[in-house]
C-alpha cells in the first residue's frame, strides 16, 4: 500500500461528485452506467477491494456465479465483492472503458467519451471462470466466449 491511504473509505474525493449509477443491465445483472457526460480519459473511481494471495483466491471463488476478483499479479489478486459500485462493471469486447492497475489499487478510467445514460464497461480480457463466460456485449466483432 502506499503512504498515502485512503483505502476503507467507501466516500467519493473531495470536489469529485459520483457521476454513476448502478442499474440493471441488458449485458449481464446489473450494470454502471454514466449519470452524466463523461469525458474521455477521465478517472472516474475505483475499485474496492480486500488483497488476496493467488492461487488460493482463485480456488476460492471457483463455480461462483459472479465473481468479483481482479488479478494485480501473478501472486496476488483483489477480491471486490464488498467493492462499492464499480464491481458491477461489465465486460464488452468494444469497451468505453478500462482499469488501470497501481500497486494494489485498481482505478476506472474512461477510455472516450460516455453519453449520459451509457453502460460503462470494461474488457475483461481472461476469467477465472471454469467454463469461460458467454458474452453478451452485441458489439461488432465480439468474441462470444471470454
Ligand atoms: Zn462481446
Known amino acids: 500500500m ?3 491511504n485512503h483505502s476503507g473509505s467507501r466516500s467519493h474525493p473531495p470536489g469529485q461528485r459520483s457521476c454513476i449509477e448502478v442499474r ?7 450494470g454502471v452506467f454514466a449519470g452524466c457526460d463523461l469525458p ?3 478517472k472516474i473511481g475505483e475499485i474496492h477491494g480486500v488483497l488476496r494471495m493467488l492461487p488460493a483466491a482463485r480456488r476460492q471463488v471457483e463455480g461462483r456465479t459472479r465473481i468479483y476478483l481482479i488479478e494485480l499479479s501473478a501472486r496476488t489478486a483483489l477480491d471486490c465483492t464488498h467493492g462499492g459500485p ?5 465486460h464488452s469486447c468494444r469497451p468505453n472503458c478500462y482499469l488501470r492497475v497501481q500497486r494494489n489499487r485498481v482505478e476506472v478510467y474512461t477510455l472516450r467519451r460516455v453519453d449520459h445514460g451509457s453502460e460503462l464497461t470494461v ?3 481472461v476469467t477465472p471462470h471454469l ?11 465480439c468474441r462470444r466466449r471470454l
Open 86 to 90: 464499480f464491481r458491477f462493471l461489465n
Open 40 to 42: 474521455a480519459r477521465r
Open 2 to 4: 502506499s503512504g498515502k
Open 123 to 125: 474488457d475483461y480480457g
Open 131 to 141: 467454463e469461460g463466460m458467454e458474452c453478451r456485449c452485441a458489439s461488432p466483432g
Open 24 to 30: 440493471s443491465s441488458r449485458i449481464e445483472g446489473r
